[in-house]
C-alpha cells in the first residue's frame, strides 16, 4: 500500500494511496491512529467515483459522528482509472436510460457483473494490505447502492470481515448463488418509483439475501431520489451496528 498524500480539514485526515495500481482514499480522525477503528468500505454509483461528493460526505460523518473510519476506491473504468470504450459505452447508457425511465438493458446488467468479478479481489486486497500496513482496524462494515450493491453482494459473500451491509437500488436479474451466501445483519434501500431498476426485481433479490436479520426500507421516487433522512438513517445504521460490534 503507497500512500500518496494526506490532508486533514475539520478534525478529519484524508489519506490517498494505490494498493496494485487502484487508487482509494482513507479517512481517519485527524491526529489517530486506527487503533481498533470501526471501518465503512464505501462503494460508489455508476458513473461516479471514489471523491464524489456523497461519498466524501458520507465519509466523514462516519468519521467525525460515528467515530468510524472510511474508505473509498475507484471502481473499474471510474475516477482515476482508465477507460475503455465499453466504459465509456455504460456511463452514457446509464444517463439515457435515467433521462428516458427506461429500466437497465441486459448489456448494462452485463458490464456491471463484469465490473464486480473485477472490484471484489481489489476490495478484498485493500483489506489485506490495510492489514499488512498495521493498519488494525475493528469490525468492517460495507455501504454501497445500485453498482455499489453489484460489487457488494459477492464481496459481502466471500468476505468473512465484513460483519453488517447497506445495499440498495439493485434487483434480481438472474439467480445469484452469492445472495444465499450473504449472512450479515444488513439493510436494503428500495425506490418504490426506480426508473432503473423494477420493483419486482428489488423484492426478489431482496427475498434471496440469506440474512437473518435484514430490513426492507422503501421510498417513494426515482433512482436518484433516496431521501436525505433514509441515507444517514442507514449510516446510523450500519456505524451503530460496527460500534457496538467493536464493544463501545
Known sequence: MHFTSESGP???????????????????????????????LLAHGGGQHKTARGVVERARRCVTRYGCAAVALDAPGHGERKRSAQDERFATEIGELLAAGRPISAWVTRHTAALAERAVPEWRAVLDALEAAGEGFGPVGYWGLSLGSVVGIPLVAAERRIAAAVFGLTGRTAPTEEAGRVGVPLRFLLQWDDELVPREAALALFGELGSREKTLHANSGGHTAVPDSELASSERFLCRHLRSGAGS
Open 10 to 40: 475539520d478534525g478529519v485526515a484524508q489519506r490517498r494511496f494505490t494498493v496494485d495500481g487502484v487508487p482509494g482514499v482513507l479517512w481517519l480522525p485527524e491526529g489517530s491512529e486506527p487503533g481498533g477503528l470501526p471501518l465503512v
